[in-house]
């Protein structure tokens, strides 16, 4: 049996989190939501995450600092980061590409490809 693959879902609102674990259960994933900042560190290191998907509009989840946390750190930079954000919001989707993010998309694209995405992504 192939081993279980964790996502770190940085996503607050219950109903797109719910859409997107019903996206990846049934392929094998398994997923660990992040409701705040502040869970990151612990989960990064006690998990050893497969990938990272991150909600850029999330206010609570202060994206950029987790950005920042990921790809400016030696022990998680390598961990691939898919994020998604409002296809109007300009500076959110420049200040993910400054701080390295490996794949950001739409709100909905990511709605309409989620699975194929984090797999083009890893």
Known sequence: MAQEKTLLVGVSDIFFYTKIRDAFLPHGYSLQRVKKQEDWQ???????????????????LEASTT???????????????????????????KQAK??????????NEFSARTLALLEELT
Request: without cysteine.
């Open 42 to 60: 612990e989960k990064l290191s006690t998990l050893e995450p497969h990938a990272v998907i991150l909600n850029m509009n999330d206010e609570k």
């Open 98 to 107: 400054e701080l390295g993010i490996n794949k950001i998309v739409s709100r």
């Open 67 to 93: 950005l920042r946390l990921l790809k400016g750190n030696d022990q998680f930079k390598h961990i691939p980061v898919l994020a998604f954000a409002n296809h109007e919001e300009v500076e959110t989707w």
